[in-house]
């Protein structure tokens, strides 16, 4: 519900706000520009300023003090009213007060799009949708991120979701208060709040006659000071009754100019000074660095917008209609899709294709759809993503309450499969809860829980098989994401390590495809890649990509990655037979997640085997010299110590401070976690110096590092789930 | 460009009990290419001791802006029931405002005068920018004002 009136709402007003956020964060350089053109006067009196300016300008009519500071004199011109800044020590002109015809029409289109006031009305309502926005968006990354207590920890996710999360938070503090000071000011103008605009005490008369003071003895413009001056208008010397008109902060009233005396006087009312305080909040008028921090958050509006309708795209393709949906009364088999993204769909999808080209006739829905009964049904399959921290996803919101009151168990079986991401703590948690909800009220198994980590293809097959069996029918389960287009690579150098120890392994290292200016132009070029990030590589005559860590950024000029040689692996047995001048088909995919945080904190990094591939990366790329350690795991340092040359020669110039290494095939040989163990009053030492982790290698490795770590930590009262929510424990397991 | 016909309304003093004793004038105010946003004006007829008689038509409908017009403002007490009626848009620079009403024969050479009072934002105000004795003699006869206005006219 939230998600789709985000969706609707922002679809629905993103032209003109473009319009409005583009021309306000124009608008909002124009106090600081105002107050860098100031003349800062000493602290004089308002009579003292009126008398200079009097005499230099003997037709004044009005003297006004800017919230810049700037003093403007306003008088009758040549060809209309005419305004000058003036200079408050000597009273002289300083420079015409003109706004040009383009700011006023920057600002006539900000406030009104230039259409009156129905066009006030739009942009009034354009600031409240943008106000929804802001809110309805912090609430989803609230509970994506698992609560309002994390909404500033890391965004997980895509870089489209990502730069979206990113820079809807920095922003969402400056859009706030814009949008709710642009509704109240919209409320003020068309007069549903009150803005106490000029109560003027009633006007006196005057009967006595003589000479005029001269300005400067005036006693009540005497005891104002400059800076608390507003305006101050003139006595219309045709009008022998008139007197002076002040405005100060504090109120206004009527000065009259024979003796000098106020003779009415009214303080601001509250609506007043709240309207002038607010007006001051949104157009930065006499806060100037305020100004240019709404300014800045506005801008960012235009780059949500585009992200925005990234996501919103790529989420509609993934929802295309499932084609040969049999109704839920028929169907032999039942698939009920919990998706966030929509990616779980196109695994539905698949699913639903291959059981309908084996005859069945299957039902697919999403989770909220749950049914009480499906009389024909013989089994259903539950596929479900989990949202931010174990929540329920978008079209499962409901499921469990549904599946509470559903009484009886029904008498076929089903099955839960799990969609998810390693890197968050709560890896398929949501499916988990399915599960055991079902298991609680009753319903039967087909098959054990089994979980797809990062939407892999592979362990989607290797379901497929395990459902192969169970049904006693032959399925093949060949998802194939949406994938980017492939660049053929050519290999132009390996080394190879660890046949010695059964452990073939090579570290290959591709050219850069040439990046043409049109490819480049089109986005179709090789993209810009960081150490950490996925290459995927195509096999011949095979759809399903494999992913390797890139060992290598594209200011290394070229792309390294490291592979082992598994027994029967396909792709990995693909990749040991290239011989340089060979050539694979692939495709890069982000993985920021896996990626050193900014800044110049220690970095600990834990490898084994060819998880050292990223990490290496890291180490290569770490021209800042910021303090690097390096733990280590191989079997034997004679056969497989990966990157040996190169890491002597990185610990030579200092990218990487120290390393450690362990070889279980050498006499007292070991693993990593052992050593990490060892070392634990050091590692914590940097931790408590808010050292990040990264950790790349196998599952079991992964498992043991953690354990290693989580008894490391515990003495300071630690645990890698804290520092995972923090972003400073990452892994990259394989 | 604005044209009316209209009896004035009822609340004001300048109303006749019949047609028969009024005539229909037509008030046009031309403004200055000056440059800035469009300027508020109001015209208002004052009685031969200078007090504040009635509104013949306010150029400008965002109340909040008329204490900028103070002549008006300090005449009427700013009674926006004194405004029903008689109000349009604001004017902008370089443009003509033209108003035809119906105006009680007792209005003309009797001391009444008509004022304009107009303002415009980041400008000055500019209370009585015009005011002009109501005679039969000056009607026809354009006249400038002080600073937004290049020439006013009234003609019957």
């Not at chain 1, 009305?121 to 968006?137: D, E, F, K």
């Not at chain 1, 005396?261 to 509250?270: G, V």
């Not at chain 1, 299957?362 to 009480?372: I, K, N, P, Q, S």
């Not at chain 1, 390096?630 to 040359?645: E, H, Q, V």
Request: aromatic content about 8%; glycine content about 12%; charged content about 20%.
């Amino acid at each position: 519900m939230l998600r789709w009136i985000h969706k609707v709402l922002a679809l629905f007003v993103i032209l003109p706000l473009m319009a409005l956020v583009i021309s306000g964060s124009m608008l909002s350089v124009m106090p600081a520009w105002d107050r860098a053109g100031a003349i800062a006067p000493d602290r004089i009196s308002v009579a003292v300023l009126a008398g200079r300016v009097a005499n230099v300008h003997p037709g004044i009519a009005e003297l006004k003090r800017l919230p810049s500071g700037k003093v403007v004199a306003f008088f009758s011109g040549s060809d209309g009213p005419a305004a000058s800044v003036v200079n408050p020590s000597s009273g002289a002109p300083v420079s015409d007060y003109v706004r040009s015809r383009f700011e006023r029409w920057i600002t006539n289109l900000h406030r009104s799009f230039l259409l009156g006031d129905s066009g006030r009305m739009v942009a009034g309502a354009v600031a409240l949708a943008m106000l929804v926005l802001t809110l309805s968006g912090l609430q989803m990354t609230a509970r994506r991120m698992g609560g309002w207590r994390h909404v500033l920890g890391r965004a997980r996710g895509d870089g489209v979701q990502r730069i979206h999360t990113d820079l809807g938070r920095l922003a969402a503090l400056g859009l706030l208060l814009s949008t709710l000071t642009a509704s109240y000011l919209s409320l003020t103008t068309f007069g549903l709040i009150p803005d106490g605009a000029s109560q003027a005490p009633a006007f006196p008369s005057v009967t006595s006659g003589g000479p005029a003071l001269p300005i400067e003895q005036i006693a009540a413009l005497r005891a104002i000071d400059l800076s608390q001056l507003r305006e101050l208008t003139f006595p219309n010397p045709a009008n022998p009754s008139d007197l002076f008109h002040l405005i100060t902060a504090a109120g206004e009233g009527y000065i009259e100019p024979l003796k000098g005396q106020i003779l009415a006087w009214q303080d601001h009312s509250i609506a007043r000074q709240i309207y002038e305080t607010i007006y001051m909040l949104h157009t930065g008028q006499g806060l100037w660095w305020l100004g240019l921090l709404l300014g800045v958050s506005a801008l960012g509006v235009p780059v949500l917008g585009l992200t925005g309708l990234g996501m919103w795209w790529s989420r509609r393709r993934a929802h295309a209609p499932i084609t040969d949906n049999t109704s839920a009364g028929q169907a032999d088999t039942v698939i009920l899709v919990g998706s966030e993204g929509g990616s779980t769909w196109g695994f539905a999808r698949t699913l639903h294709a291959a059981l309908t080209s084996n005859g069945h006739r299957v039902h697919t829905a999403a989770m909220d759809g749950l049914l009480r009964s499906y009389p024909s049904a013989r089994r259903m399959f539950l596929l479900t993503a989990t949202y931010g921290d174990g929540a329920a996803p978008g079209t499962a919101g409901t499921f469990l309450k549904r599946l509470d009151e559903i009484e009886r168990p029904p008498s076929f079986p089903v099955a839960v499969l799990g969609f998810g991401d390693r890197q968050f703590p709560q890896f398929c948690k949501f499916s988990r809860d399915v599960a055991a909800a079902l298991a609680s009220k009753g319903w039967a198994s087909l098959m054990p829980l089994e979980t797809i980590d990062r939407q892999s293809a592979q362990e989607f097959a290797r379901w497929g098989e395990a459902l192969s069996e169970v049904l006693d029918e032959r399925l093949m389960l060949s998802h194939v994401p949406d994938r980017p287009r492939t660049h053929t690579l050519t290999l132009t150098e390996r080394l190879d390590y660890g046949a010695e120890v059964q452990a073939p392994t090579s570290v290959l290292r591709f050219a850069l495809p040439g990046r043409g200016v049109f490819a480049h132009l089109t986005g179709r070029g090789w993209p810009r890649f960081a150490a950490g990030d996925l290459i995927a590589v195509l096999p011949p005559d095979c759809d399903l990509p494999r992913y390797y860590s890139l060992a290598s950024s594209t200011g290394d000029g070229f792309i390294e990655i490291c592979v082992r040689k598994h027994a029967g692996g396909l792709c990995s047995g693909f990749l040991h037979g290239l011989q340089p001048g060979d050539s694979i088909e692939a495709f890069v995919k982000a993985n920021p997640a896996f990626r050193p945080a900014r800044g110049r904190k220690p970095v600990i990094l834990i490898g084994a085997g060819t998880g050292i591939g990223p990490l290496a990366g890291f180490i290569r790329a770490n021209a800042a010299r910021r303090p690097m350690h390096l733990y280590f795991g191989g079997r034997d340092p004679a056969s497989d110590f990966l990157y040996g040359c190169e890491i002597a020669g990185w610990l030579d110039d200092k990218r990487l401070s120290s390393l450690a290494t362990v070889f279980s095939r050498v006499k007292d040989g070991g693993y990593v976690q052992d050593r990490l163990r060892k070392d634990a009053d050091r590692l914590r030492a940097l931790i408590a110096d808010g050292a990040q982790i990264m950790v790349c290698g196998g599952r079991d490795m992964a498992a043991g590092v953690m354990e290693a770590i989580a008894d490391v930590l515990a003495p300071a009262g630690l645990t890698p789930l804290a520092l995972k929510v923090q972003g400073r424990f990452v892994e990259d397991v394989y | 460009m604005k044209s009316i016909l209209a009896a004035l309304a009822m609340t004001t003093a300048l109303t006749v009990p019949g047609l028969a004793m009024a005539r229909p004038v037509t008030l046009t105010t031309t403004l200055n290419n000056y440059d800035g946003n469009g300027a508020y004006l109001v015209l208002y007829v004052t009685d031969p001791t200078g007090a504040y008689k009635g509104t013949l038509w306010m150029a400008g409908s965002r109340s909040k802006y008329y204490s900028h017009l103070s002549g008006w403002q300090r005449g009427s007490g700013g009674n926006l029931a004194d405004l029903n009626g008689i109000t349009g848009a604001s004017v902008g620079a370089g443009r003509t405002l033209k108003v035809t009403l119906d105006l009680a024969d007792a209005l003309f050479d009797a001391g009444y005068k008509l004022h304009i009072d107009a303002a415009a934002e980041d400008l000055r105000d500019s209370p009585s920018e015009v005011v002009v004795p109501l005679s039969s003699a000056g009607a026809g006869r354009p006249m400038a004002g002080r600073s937004y206005i290049r020439s006013f006219a009234y003609d019957m």
